[in-house]
């Protein structure tokens, strides 16, 4: 009776204890510095390419062609990462007819044709956290919204 005791209060213990956190510092290049508010989310397979994240922040008009943010605490998982920079200020990700007509990354953004799906776009955080450089994605600047 004692061994059930303890397995039922070890597995309380795990139930109730948080996942291992980490810390995930995300670096973007090719950043147009001044064009507004960027955005930086992790978000779970549940949450992707919705409204909701697990963790993000608000660069709020980047003066450098080079963001690096660290997103603390990061629970252990697998994540999603989505960028947008909102190029034309209207606080909405803006589609067009040949897509995107605002800044965006994500994990294999470059190589993406089509609606990208979690297990392309995903990477795993563990205890040691994880460090991510993506390239930001712009429309052609003959395709950009007036200003």
């Given at each position: 009776m004692r061994m059930v005791k303890m397995i039922a209060g070890?597995?309380?213990v795990a139930a109730?204890?948080?996942?291992l956190a980490g810390d995930v510092t995300?670096?973007?290049?090719?950043?147009?510095?001044g064009a507004g508010p960027l955005y930086v989310a992790l978000q779970t397979e549940e949450q992707f390419m919705g409204d909701a994240s697990v963790a993000g922040t608000l660069v709020d008009n980047p003066d450098s062609d080079r963001v690096s943010v660290t997103l603390s605490d990061v629970p252990s998982g697998a994540y999603g990462l989505?960028?947008?920079h909102d190029i034309d200020r209207d606080?909405?990700?803006g589609m067009g007819p040949m897509?995107?007509?605002d800044g965006w990354a994500m994990i294999g953004g470059a190589s993406?044709?089509?609606e990208p799906?979690?297990?392309?776009?995903?990477?795993t955080v563990d205890e040691d956290g994880a460090t991510l450089v993506e390239t930001m994605i712009y429309p052609r600047k003959d395709d950009d919204r007036d200003r």
């Open positions: 070890a597995a309380l109730v204890s948080p996942a995300v670096t973007l290049e090719g950043v147009r510095a989505a960028v947008w606080g909405q990700f897509g995107p007509t993406m044709r089509g799906t979690f297990a392309q776009a995903s990477f």
